[in-house]
């Protein structure tokens, strides 16, 4: 199993180009999540989705989308990139049954908007 | 809401020795899960440690243990016998079930340097 994989690892845009970063998780997991990680800031929630079919706003929502595309993949997309939104990006993954309850994370997405 | 605060941002240990990690939480909630995850330079979020509030007993994993205290909201991380591969950003999680859905607050990290 590739377990949560995300492309690209790098990206570099200028200020009002669009994207869409792309997760993928082979571990038939319900619950799909998108962070953003700054430096002193922890890791924050962009958007969740639940379940295949359903997303919600997380802490930092703005000025992004999602679309969860099936049970496998969750996107997220930069309508109008800006420099704020220069981070790494981590898309993460779990299921609901199990003992443990953590979330598996992918390798990251690190974004330069310029 | 939860708040996660870690109030150590950096700290160095020498190799073979023992450090500890310190992380304190606010909740109202009763039940919840605690972790530690690690993240190396290669930027990987890997899962240390987990902690189960409704168990007493603290969580070990090896050279990796923790000190759960839940009346003090304190929720630390032990690493004994301090290996070079330890030298990475740790950080605290809290996690509660929102139904079918689990919201996880970060604190800000700890960065731990291991010196040969």
């Known amino acids: 199993n590739a377990g949560v994989t995300q492309t690209p690892k790098f990206q570099v845009l200028k200020t009002g180009q669009s994207m869409t970063l792309q997760c993928a998780q082979d571990m038939n997991h319900n619950s799909m999540y998108w962070y953003r990680q700054d430096p002193g800031m922890g890791l924050r929630l962009i958007y969740y989705s639940a379940s295949e079919g359903t997303t919600d706003k997380g802490e930092v929502p703005n000025g992004y989308n999602v679309s969860r595309l099936n049970k496998r993949e969750f996107s997220l997309r930069l309508e109008s990139a800006a420099p704020s939104q220069t981070s790494v990006y981590f898309c993460?993954?779990?299921?609901?049954?199990?003992?443990?309850?953590?979330?598996?994370f992918g390798p990251g997405t690190r974004l330069t908007v310029t | 809401a939860q708040t996660v605060t870690q109030s150590q941002p950096e700290m160095s240990v020498q190799e073979a020795e023992t450090v500890t990690l310190s992380c304190t939480y606010d909740?109202?909630?009763?039940?919840?899960?605690l972790f530690w995850y690690k993240q190396p330079p290669s930027r990987q979020m890997i899962l240390v440690i987990r902690q189960e509030a409704y168990k007493q007993q603290n969580a070990t994993e090896n050279r990796f243990s923790v000190n759960f205290q839940k009346a003090a909201k304190s929720f630390s991380l032990k690493i004994s016998d301090s290996q070079l591969g330890d030298t990475a950003m740790y950080f605290c999680?809290?996690?509660?079930?929102?139904?079918?859905?689990?919201?996880?607050?970060f604190g800000t990290g700890t960065k731990l340097q291991v010196i040969p």
């Open positions: 999680a809290f996690m509660k079930l929102l139904g079918g859905y689990q919201k996880v607050t």
């Open positions: 993460a993954s779990r299921g609901i049954s199990g003992p443990s309850y953590e979330q598996y």
């Open positions: 909740t109202s909630e009763s039940n919840y899960y």
